[in-house]
């Protein structure tokens, strides 16, 4: 349920009414809005008793929310989410580009692609310094290492960086290097890492699981915002589907339902998508014309060498190729 205060409610009012949902044993969280403020009740399993709470002052009426996500829900908050970050926004007009190698393999790596990419016009530098490979005996990433190279990168280029947590032991150390914290798609469900991102105080950028529906895709997105974190982006990778002449299956219209039932900003990864460099421009097209946000691709200078997912990867010239597509299509 949501409670809409008047135009005029004061804080207070506010307080009291978040107050009283707590009697009823739910809680209540207070979205402040450019109109008025409302209150989002969370943890009740069926419509809520709202008698009490409308003959309370200040409050305007209540208004029921269908859907099991309350807090990333449209109904709760119609508005688009825009996340600022220094002065890239995401979520605005313009989508954002987030490039780099799939890992941090060497400072000297790491910079040659960094400078590429912003040279062309990316925004955001991914890489991964802790890698959740399918194979145990694959690279593993360099770890905190790779967290200084990432810590280096910004400082020489001013690019934000993006770069994965993979469990509870390593999201702290992350949070106090990276600008934006991804969760991969293996770890969309585990439900006690995005309680612990929520209290995180960088934005999370969480990928769909492989085999997620879009609701599962939001109930998880809802553990990381009922925790308090609401800067949240929602990555699209391609799901496990029976064709199998791609890595996984792009869901683009992913994007489309997403944006109909939740207010927060959706960007595409279109290289573990395709998980082949030839396809990656057509569907980053693809992705950024149906209404990404942004879209999220690694790039390498020199993905035949590449420690990991070298076979997805762009070469910086097809990276500028892409980026001058991009230009076009959003002018
Ligand atoms: C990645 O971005 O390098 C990655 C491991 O992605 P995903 O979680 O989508 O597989
Ligand atoms: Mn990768």
Do not use: W
């Amino acid at each position: 349920m949501l409670v809409i205060m008047k135009k005029d409610a004061t804080e207070a009012q506010v307080e009291a009414v978040i107050r009283e949902i707590e009697a009823l044993g739910y809680r209540g969280i207070p979205m402040p809005g450019i109109q008025r403020t409302a209150i989002c009740t969370i943890g009740n399993q069926g419509p809520v008793e709202d008698s009490r709470i409308l003959a309370l002052d200040g409050v305007k009426e209540t208004i029921r929310v269908t859907k099991p996500y309350k807090l990333v829900s449209r109904e709760t908050h119609p508005q688009p989410t825009i996340i600022s970050i220094g002065n890239v926004i995401i979520g605005g007009e313009k989508p954002v580009i987030m490039a780099g190698p799939c890992a941090i393999e060497s400072e000297n790596q790491a910079l040659t692609i960094a400078n590429l990419v912003k040279q062309y016009g990316a925004q955001v530098f991914r890489g991964g310094a802790f890698k959740p490979r399918t194979s145990p005996y694959s690279f593993q990433g360099l770890g905190e290492e790779g967290l200084k190279i990432l810590k280096k990168v910004r400082e020489e280029t001013g690019l934000l960086i993006i770069t994965e947590a993979i469990d509870h032991a390593n999201i702290e150390l992350i949070e106090q290097y990276a600008d934006i914290i991804q969760l991969g798609a293996r770890n969309m469900q585990n439900y006690s890492l995005l309680r612990q991102a929520g209290h995180a105080t960088k934005p999370i950028l969480l990928k769909r699981g492989f085999s997620a529906t879009i609701e599962e895709l939001l109930m998880s997105a809802e553990y990381i915002m009922s925790e308090g974190n609401t800067q949240i982006i929602l990555c699209e990778r391609g799901i496990r589907t029976f064709s199998d002449n791609t890595r996984n299956t792009l869901d683009l219209s992913a994007i489309l339902s997403i944006k109909e039932v939740s207010h927060l900003p959706v960007i595409v990864d279109p290289s573990h998508a395709a998980g082949r460099r030839e396809y990656v421009i057509p569907l980053s097209r693809g992705a950024i014309a149906i209404g990404a946000d942004g879209i999220l691709v690694e790039v390498h200078n020199d993905p035949l060498h590449a420690l990991s997912d070298g076979m997805q990867s762009l070469y910086p010239e097809q990276f500028a190729a892409l980026m001058k597509e991009i230009k076009t299509l959003t002018k």
